[in-house]
């Protein structure tokens, strides 16, 4: 079954939306704001997809901004219907930081996702021993260290339960393959799920091979996803995290160059899968 849509998903569409109706419109958000006798951090928060929107306010900034179409106007309050509420993600707030937060609200609403990791499988990606066992040297307390995991559980169940998220693609170093988290039977349960995975119509993983040589983000993991309404954003995986869309084109530029040279250098489909088998059935036979 498909997990119903998050409420950033609304929410996003809703900022779009808004933000576009009052560019039409002419204004400024800090006029918005006074026409209709608003904080502009109100019409902020809403812009950014902070905070959801209630129907009554909604109708109130359609009048303003001009929007009188029945199909839009419908199609945006049922929006905000479902744009209140708590967000998948809102129960691991103990171990998200702002930031990441953030960044799965635009993970739930892509409509592709491309992705890259020099060193290990990507979160997307790992079975619960396998997620314990690479986070297990960071020294976290056992019950934070099991919210952690718990949380990528989650991610996971969104993404791939029902076929409701977006269209991934997985490219992996060969070193993720043969670096033995966790111990052999470990890494041979993670490599028989990334097949499983890789089986679906809706997910793509490749391998780039030792042989590949370097490229721009040899030394980092980063993740690009994509919108059909909006640009897209990129997402540099580091203990912080750092993301950029608008705001920084040429950095944006340079990742999506650098994924269309990884995608060159990558083995293709049935030899990554080929590889994947080859090194499952490799820790078999020690």
């Known amino acids: 079954m498909t997990p119903p849509a998050d409420p950033s998903r609304h929410r ?14 002419g204004l400024t958000q800090r006029e918005a704001a006074e026409r209709l006798e608003w904080s502009q951090s ?10 959801g929107i209630s129907v009554s306010d909604l109708r109130a900034l359609l009048t303003l901004y001009g929007v009188t179409g ?26 998200l930081s702002p930031r990441f937060a953030q960044y799965l609200g635009y993970e739930s609403a892509a409509a592709t996702l491309h992705t890259y990791h020099p060193i290990v499988v990507p979160g997307h990606l790992q079975t619960r021993a396998y997620a314990t066992a690479l986070l297990a040297p960071r020294g976290l307390e056992p019950q934070r260290l099991e919210r952690v ?19 991934a693609t997985f490219v992996l170093d060969e070193s993720a393959l ?29 391998v780039l091979p030792f042989e590949a040589g370097a490229h721009y983000s040899t030394l980092g993991s980063f993740v690009l996803l994509g919108f059909a309404d909006d640009d897209d954003l990129l997402y540099v995986e580091h203990a912080a995290g750092s ?44």
């Not at 033995?180 to 993983?205: C, E, F, K, M, Y």
């Open 42 to 51: 109100k019409v902020i928060r809403l812009e950014t997809g902070t905070v």
């Open 149 to 167: 995991v718990e949380l990528r559980m989650a991610r996971q169940e969104r993404m791939f339960a029902g076929g409701g998220g977006p269209a």
């Open 178 to 206: 043969r670096r033995r988290i966790g111990g052999s039977a470990v890494l041979a349960q993670q490599l028989r799920q990334l097949l499983d995975l890789a089986d679906r119509d809706d997910v793509t993983v490749r």
């Open 70 to 95: 029945p199909a839009e106007t419908a199609g945006l309050e049922e929006a905000a219907r479902g744009s209140k509420g708590p967000t998948w993600w809102s129960p691991y707030h103990d171990v």
């Open 12 to 25: 996003r569409k809703l900022r779009l939306a808004l933000r576009r109706a009052r560019e039409r419109a």
């Open 243 to 286: 993301m950029t869309g608008g705001e920084n084109l040429e950095l944006l530029a340079r990742y999506q160059e650098c994924l269309g040279t990884i995608m060159e250098l990558a083995l293709g489909d049935a030899v990554s899968h080929d590889l994947i088998s080859g090194a499952e059935r490799a820790i078999g036979a020690r």
